[in-house]
C-alpha cells in the first residue's frame, strides 16, 4: 500500500525551480581537483579490496538488476566463453624491479553475466562484478578530447607503480606496435578514471563506487595453454534493485521504413514503474528530484564543457527496498563525435527526454 502522505502536495514546478537553483549555485563544487589520492582514499571505505561480512551472503538472483534482453550476448560470444573459459583475474602493478600481481579474483562457469559497449562483466564470488575492457581501436569516438588531456598529462591519472609498470612493460617489446598497444591500454585506463571522476564530482552520491586498475585476465584453453591478456578493469558492488530498462514496457512501435522495421525495430518508451511493487508517492517524489540532478549534470556538460554525458536506461538503478537511484558504467563523449537522433537537434536531449519520459510515467 502507498504511504500516506502528511504534509500538503508541492507543485512539481517548485520542486524542479530548486533543484535548477541549488546547481546553478553549487558550480563551484564542479572543479575536478589533483584526484587519484582522494579518489583511493574515499574507495577504501566505499569499496574494500578485501569483502566484508556482509559481502560473504550471495544477493538472491532475482533481486540482482540484470536484463537479459539488454546485456544477453549472441551464441557467438557464449560459446567462446564456453571454450575458453575467464578463469581468474590479477590486478597488476610493478614491486621488487618486476611484474607483480595482487588481489586474485577467481571466476567460476557461469559467472559470465554479460556485456556492455565497451566492456566485458564477470560476477565474483562476493557481491561484487569484474568489468573487463574490450579490445577498441582509437578511433573510437570515445577517445576524443578527454583521452587526449589524459595522454598530455598522464601522470595526474595513474599512480606511480602504473606508470612504473607501464615502462617496464614496454621494455620487455621490441615492436613499435606493441609498445603503442601498452601506451594505449594504460591511457585508456586514466581516461576511465577521468570519466568516473568528473560525474562523481558533480553527483557524489548518485554514482556506484568503482575501482579502476590495470589487470590481467587469464583464460583456460582447451590444450591445457593459459591465454593471458593485459586490459583495463574495474570492480564495482553488485546492488539489490531493477535497471531503469527493465521498468519499460514496449506497447508502441516507431514506423520507420519496411526494412528496418523488420531488422532494426524501434519503439516508444512506456513505463511501468508498478511493475515491481507499488512504490510510494514519496519515494517516487525523491528518485524524480534525482532524476532532475541527472539532467541538470546533463546541460551542463553540453553547454559548458561540449561533452555528451551517454547515460542510457540500462546505466541507471534503482535499488530495492529504499528505492534509491544509482548510476554506473557511463561515459562522456565529445559533442561533435557524438550521433545526435533525428527528432533530436542537440544530442543531449535524446537522454533529457528520456528521463522526462520516465519521470512523466509517475503520474506525479
Not at 200 to 223: A, E, H, N, Q, S
Amino acid at each position: 500500500m502507498p504511504e500516506e502522505e502528511s504534509k500538503p502536495n508541492v507543485d512539481w514546478k517548485d520542486w524542479k525551480d530548486k533543484i535548477v537553483g541549488f546547481w546553478n549555485n553549487s558550480v563551484g563544487l564542479n572543479k575536478i581537483p589533483n584526484f587519484l589520492e582522494l579518489l583511493e582514499k574515499g574507495l577504501e571505505k566505499e569499496l574494500p579490496m578485501e569483502p566484508g561480512s556482509e559481502d560473504k551472503e550471495p544477493i538472491p538472483l532475482g533481486e540482482i538488476p540484470v536484463d537479459a534482453k539488454l546485456r544477453d550476448s549472441g551464441w557467438i560470444r557464449k560459446f567462446y566463453e564456453r571454450i575458453f573459459p575467464t578463469s581468474h583475474i590479477f590486478r597488476i602493478t610493478q614491486r621488487y624491479g618486476r611484474e607483480f600481481l595482487d588481489n586474485f579474483m577467481p571466476i567460476s562457469p557461469g559467472d559470465y553475466i554479460g556485456r556492455g559497449s565497451y566492456k566485458f562483466v564477470y560476477k565474483l564470488p562476493w557481491n561484487q562484478v569484474v568489468k573487463v575492457g574490450k579490445s577498441k581501436f582509437p578511433s573510437d569516438p570515445l577517445f576524443g578530447s578527454l583521452y587526449k588531456e589524459v595522454a598530455r598529462n598522464l601522470e595526474k591519472y595513474l599512480k606511480p607503480e602504473e606508470l612504473s609498470l607501464k615502462d617496464f612493460l614496454q621494455s620487455k617489446v621490441r615492436s613499435r606496435s606493441a609498445k603503442d598497444d601498452i601506451e594505449f591500454k594504460f591511457r585508456r585506463l586514466g581516461l576511465e578514471r577521468l570519466q568516473y571522476w568528473k560525474l562523481k564530482t558533480l553527483i557524489p552520491d548518485l554514482v556506484l563506487p568503482t575501482r579502476f586498475y590495470m589487470g590481467w585476465r587469464v583464460r583456460k584453453t582447451p590444450w591445457g595453454v593459459p591465454l593471458v591478456s593485459l586490459t583495463p578493469c574495474d570492480n564495482q558492488k553488485i546492488l539489490p534493485g531493477k535497471h531503469m530498462k527493465e521498468f519499460v514496457r514496449l506497447r508502441e512501435k516507431i514506423p520507420q521504413n519496411p526494412i528496418a522495421d523488420a531488422l532494426f525495430p524501434k519503439w516508444k518508451l512506456n513505463f511501468d514503474t508498478a511493475q515491481f511493487g507499488v512504490i510510494s508517492r514519496p519515494h517516487l517524489k525523491r528518485i524524480a528530484f534525482d532524476f532532475h540532478r541527472i539532467i541538470e549534470v546533463t546541460k551542463y556538460l553540453a553547454e559548458e564543457e561540449k561533452l555528451i554525458f551517454d547515460v542510457h536506461s540500462e546505466n541507471v538503478i534503482i535499488t530495492f527496498p529504499d528505492y534509491t537511484l544509482k548510476l554506473f558504467d557511463f561515459h562522456l563523449f565529445d559533442e561533435h563525435l557524438y550521433e545526435p537522433s533525428q527528432e533530436n537537434p542537440s544530442p543531449e536531449l535524446d537522454h533529457i527526454r528520456m528521463i522526462e519520459e520516465f519521470i512523466r510515467s509517475f503520474e506525479l
